[in-house]
């Protein structure tokens, strides 16, 4: 009892303590709920091909997908928008997914946060045609059970961009000094420090160097 109401107050004061109370609360989130927030029901929807559910869920996301510059964190919410269609072979799920994305941006390295919505078309089929290999791009319901969870985590890692940005038009960094150019402002530079003798050598390149 004593140790929430500390917390609490720990949270309203700003500073590291709130600081450390957050990441405490988003770590053990992303521990509590599981891939189950992406596995869907299909019994009400059944096997008659025509017949459809619209269905929008609030899931969180089990692991961090993505890697280096940008990634969906463990225990991100992510809203899901979805169609489940029975078709004669399966079941195709249409829909989207916005999820928050944090990384760093790629000119000047600053933090960032932002979203990103993919969209996705999947069939999963019921079963394997007789006499057809598995193919391991191809997508099974686990009888009247769907598990998202691939096919959303497909979709977010091709979507996720190489060089995320802070803003479009971010300048990066001065490859002189590495001041944050949209700080220090258009006139930022070195001219009086900067030999014109090293300008032809600075466009080399690295490749260029090992073959000689
Ligand atoms: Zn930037
Ligand atoms: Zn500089």
């Known amino acids: 009892m004593s140790n929430t109401r500390g ?27 599981g891939s189950g927030d992406f596995v869907f029901d299909l019994r009400p929807l059944g096997r008659h091909p025509g017949s459809f559910r619209d269905e929008t869920r609030t899931a969180l996301v089990p692991v961090d997908l993505g890697s280096g510059l940008a990634l969906v964190p463990a225990g991100a919410e992510v809203a899901l928008d979805l169609r489940f269609e029975a078709v004669a072979e399966g079941v195709l799920v249409t829909g989207s997914a916005v999820a928050p994305l944090t990384g760093e941006c790629a000119r000047c390295l600053d933090p960032l946060t932002t979203t990103t919505e993919v969209s996705f078309q999947e069939l999963y089929r019921y079963q394997p045609d007789p006499g057809e290999d598995e193919a391991d791009e191809e997508r099974f ?72």
Do not use: M, N, Y
Request: proline share 8%.
């Open 141 to 212: 319901l686990d009888g009247d059970w769907l598990d998202l969870e691939p096919a959303f985590r497909d979709a977010v890692v091709l979507a996720l961009p190489l060089s995320p940005l802070c803003q479009e038009d971010c300048p990066g960094l001065c490859a002189e000094c590495g001041a944050r150019l949209a700080e220090a402002g258009p006139d930022h530079g070195h001219g009086a420090d900067t030999d014109p003798r090293w300008g032809p050598l600075r466009q080399l390149d690295v490749s260029d160097r090992i073959e000689d």
């Open 7 to 33: 917390k609490s107050v720990a949270r309203g004061v700003p500073g590291a303590h709130g600081q450390d109370a957050d990441s405490g609360a988003r770590v053990s989130a992303a521990h509590g709920r």
